[in-house]
């Protein structure tokens, strides 16, 4: 079955950085658009950047200039580098892999930016 591993969160100061981690498994994933959402406590989920199969992207207002979204389709593997972090980033980010009406999710990981 079709599996999406998120991995690379956690606890880190204000002004540093994580990379986050998305492999997939059992899908074509290079024809797949993969998207980060965030969901925070007592808020609904969002989507913070979008890597779309031929190559573009696109990054939710809040976080531009900041985050950056990847992809290594010979790896299954998508990234979110999140650089300049804020207390406002923290949430947890789940990966999300989108082809028609075929749309997979990864279990999610923490991201905590705090002092």
């Known amino acids: 079955q079709v599996q999406l591993v998120d991995s690379g969160g956690g606890l880190v100061q204000p002004g540093g950085s994580l990379r986050l981690s998305c492999t997939a498994s059992?899908?074509?994933?290079?024809?797949?658009?993969i998207n980060w959402y965030r969901q925070a406590p007592g808020k609904q989920r969002e989507l913070v950047a979008s890597?779309?199969?031929?190559?573009?992207?696109t990054y939710q207002d809040s976080v531009k200039g900041r985050f950056t979204i990847s992809r290594d389709n010979a790896k299954n593997t998508a990234y979110l580098r999140m650089n300049s972090l804020e207390p406002e980033d923290t949430a947890v980010y789940y990966c999300?892999?989108?082809?028609?009406?075929?749309?997979?999710w990864g279990q999610g990981t923490q991201v905590t930016v705090s002092s």
């Open positions: 999300n892999a989108q082809w028609r009406q075929n749309s997979y």
């Open positions: 059992r899908i074509a994933f290079s024809i797949f658009t």
């Open positions: 890597s779309q199969s031929g190559g573009g992207t």
